[in-house]
T-cell receptor
């Protein structure tokens, strides 16, 4: 299947700092990527839809000024958690939409585990 | 009614047996259906997609789709301990977002 990478895989930061997470589609172009968050033993929660060349759209209850998304190219979307706090500690996962096949398919990156001290 | 519902788990099967996972969806217009596997602490991995009524086989996995009944299933034959994971049924919505079921946790007993 298609490959989606994320960087970093794990990050530990102090409260109040900002953290940037990159999501790349390695062998296909993705005009749309999605950002999810998952707390332990809970379901994936969609945070936002990242669209290449336009503003991201956020799910209800997700603060757009706290979770900045930039989709500057067809293979890269970034999520910046600004002024991170301990409650932002979670597993952040991106997915990329592959429209090169006969039907839409989405592939997930390996995730980034964020720990805010 | 939830958009996607999966049979409640957890599901425990002995090694070598067939694990059967079921999923129903509410939007009759849905066209694309996916099964993802998620190991504990890892991200979901796409293992099967199916678009047409009938069966689709890939190795030990078989996906079955019945659009009239709004039902999709996944069979895992010759289950192995490495198949122990949470399996997520997903449907693509008109806005290209995925609707997930709650997941079924499968444990394969050696």
């Amino acid at each position: 299947g298609a490959v989606v990478s994320q960087h970093p895989s794990r990050v530990i930061c102090k409260s109040g700092t900002s953290v940037k997470i990159e999501c790349r589609s390695l062998d296909f172009q993705a005009t749309t990527m999605f950002w999810y968050r998952q707390f332990p033993k809970q379901s994936l929660m969609l945070m936002a839809t990242s669209n290449e060349g336009s503003k991201a759209t956020y799910e209800q209850g997700v603060e757009k000024d706290k979770f900045l998304i930039n989709h500057a190219s067809l293979t890269l979307s970034t999520l910046t958690v600004t002024s991170a706090h301990p409650e932002d500690s979670s597993f952040y996962i991106c997915s990329a939409r592959d429209t090169g096949l006969a039907r839409d398919t989405q592939y997930f990156g390996p995730g980034t585990r964020l720990t805010v001290l | 009614q939830k958009e996607v519902e999966q049979n409640s788990g957890p599901l425990s099967v002995p090694e070598g047996a067939i694990a059967s996972l079921n999923c129903t969806y509410s939007d009759r217009g849905s066209q694309s259906f996916f099964w993802y596997r998620q190991y504990s602490g890892k991200s979901p991995e796409l293992i099967m997609f199916i678009y047409s009524n009938g069966d689709k086989e890939d190795g030990r996995f078989t996906a079955q789709l019945n659009k009239a009944s709004q039902y999709v299933s996944l069979l895992i034959r010759d289950s192995q301990p490495s198949d122990s994971a949470t399996y997520l049924c997903a449907v693509i919505r008109d806005d290209y977002k995925l609707s997930f079921g709650a997941g079924t946790t499968v444990t394969v007993r050696a």
